[in-house]
């Protein structure tokens, strides 16, 4: 009996050959091996076999469909190593769900071409997608220097605001009109009708708020 893939939880399935060393290329169940014809039948018979965990059917099977699994999931996939995995992905596929094969539906060959090739499919996609986002992490030019600046004015921005809220009224009209209005002190004090050396006076109070709020000394 042919050893090539693992059966899940029958202690009666076939074994992986890959573990044995590879596939070896003179059996005829190799998939570059040309193999014996087999007719729908007996394809459909054998596969209902495997369906109750015949191990021996299984391994007739492999034989006769493996060089076409290989053939159209070469001819998608274009990568003979990966195709090779895909081909023992697909007669493991067969294994595990033989029972899902309905001959009323169509030909046994016609349903394991169609798990051949959705699974060579879903690798292409695969493969795709991961190149896809190799290409973006390495094509990303971060501006960390950039972005830890923002983070650290943005985080400024919180603490004067913050300690803004510390000033009364009267001193917080009289510091957003200066400093954030670009307003010179007596057009602060002709804005809010008071004299210039209220205002001065007011800023200075300010002032001294906002640097022991931010604790900058000196």
């Not at 590879?22 to 394809?43: C, I, K, R, S, Y």
């Not at 090739?117 to 795709?128: C, G, L, P, T, W």
């Not at 913050?162 to 009109?177: G, W």
């Not at 205002?199 to 022991?212: E, G, P, V, Y």
């Amino acid at each position: 009996m042919t050893q090539y893939l693992p059966g899940g939880t029958n202690p009666d399935a076939p074994r992986d050959r890959r573990d044995a060393g590879g596939p070896d290329p003179n059996h005829p169940g190799h998939p570059g091996h040309p193999g014996p014809p087999a007719t729908g039948t007996e394809l459909a018979v054998q596969i209902g076999l495997v369906a109750r965990g015949d191990a021996a059917a299984f391994d007739a099977v492999f034989e006769k469909v493996g060089p076409a699994v290989f053939g159209i999931v070469l001819r998608v996939i274009r990568d003979p190593a990966q195709s090779e995995e895909v081909t023992q992905e697909v007669l493991l596929e067969v294994w595990r769900n033989a029972s899902k094969f309905d001959a009323g539906r169509g030909s046994a060959m016609a349903w394991v071409m169609m798990l051949a090739h959705r699974r060579a499919v879903d690798r292409v996609r695969s493969v795709q997608k991961e190149s896809e986002r190799e290409r973006r992490t390495a094509s990303a030019d971060i501006p960390y220097d950039d972005v830890i600046e923002a983070v650290e004015s943005s985080l400024e921005r919180e603490r004067v605001q913050r300690c803004l809220k510390s000033l009364t009224d009267l001193q917080r009209e009289a510091v957003t009109l200066a400093y954030y209005s670009g307003y010179t002190y007596g057009q602060v004090a002709s804005l809010l009708g008071v004299p210039t050396g209220t205002i001065k006076t007011r800023m200075r109070d300010a002032l001294i708020r906002l640097r022991d709020c931010l604790g900058v000394t000196g």
